[in-house]
């Protein structure tokens, strides 16, 4: 008759330790990713850091005057978990960096920021500029996008809210309808990860492939304010995709 081993009690403390050890890591990494940096507290930052923070998140508005009535407003309407600082030391302070400059300032303050390697920009800024008929039409010949990775090149940049009015990312009922927001990027965690916020925010989201893909959903902007720029604004819109029905393959 066999007799089992005795299991040494020191295992037991061995693998305990390592359990430690390996939930330990994984609330450190969840946490790590707790905060959400807000450069630019103008209408898309103003409308998106308020529910950031509804949503557990802790949120760092960087500005070039953090002090001002207009910043320390929006920081006590974004509750306890919101503070302000200059848009380098938020952005140090972030693991998730929401971008919503205006675009001539957009390499001036990406630049600014530091390093930045790791961390995830969502950028959700167009590089728009007047034609000749007094519609917009795209101001680059790549993306802000790819111009965005360009200028911090450690980190993992996502194109998202860069197509949906400030009125809509404040409350997505609005719009009387569904919203979609596309993403795009290169790193799929990245895009993961930027996907549960944005549909915790109450959209729909869609995956529309790598960062090149960035300049299409800027141009698709050119589009939406067609009507805005044709002073038809109450004839404004929002995007919704539609899957396609199910079809057998032939």
Do not use: C
């Not at 529910?51 to 509750?79: C, E, H, I, M, W």
């Not at 007094?134 to 790819?146: C, F, I, K, R």
């Not at 895009?191 to 299409?216: H, N, W």
């Amino acid at each position: 008759m066999n007799k089992r081993n005795p299991v040494h009690p020191g295992l037991f403390a061995s693998v305990w330790l390592l359990f430690s050890l390996m939930f330990g890591a994984v609330v450190l990494s969840t946490a790590l990713a707790d905060t959400i940096g807000v450069i630019g507290t103008g209408r898309v930052g103003g409308a998106l850091g308020p529910r950031f923070a509804d949503l557990g998140y802790t949120v760092v508005y960087g500005s070039r005057d953090p002090r001002s009535d207009k910043v320390q407003q929006l920081v006590a309407r974004s509750g306890d978990r919101a503070s302000a600082a200059s848009q380098r030391e938020a952005a140090q302070q972030a693991d998730i960096i929401l971008l919503a400059v205006p675009w001539r300032a957009a390499e001036q303050v990406v630049k600014s920021l530091g390093d930045l390697d790791g961390k995830i920009i969502m950028d959700a800024v167009n590089p728009l500029q007047r034609a000749d008929d007094g519609l917009l039409e795209m101001g680059v010949d790549t993306s802000a996008g790819q111009l965005v990775q360009s200028w911090a090149p450690g980190v993992r940049v996502v194109k998202t809210f860069n197509n949906i009015n400030f009125m809509v990312m404040a409350d997505p009922s609005v719009a009387g309808g569904p919203v979609t927001v596309p993403l795009a990027g290169d790193d799929a965690e990245a895009k993961s990860l930027v996907r549960q916020i944005v549909e915790a925010l109450g959209f729909e989201t869609v995956d529309v492939g790598p960062l090149r893909m960035s300049r299409e959903l800027e141009g698709m902007v050119v589009l939406k304010l067609v009507p805005m720029f044709q002073g038809r604004i109450q004839d404004s819109w929002e995007y919704y995709f539609r899957p396609y029905p199910e079809r057998g393959v032939n």
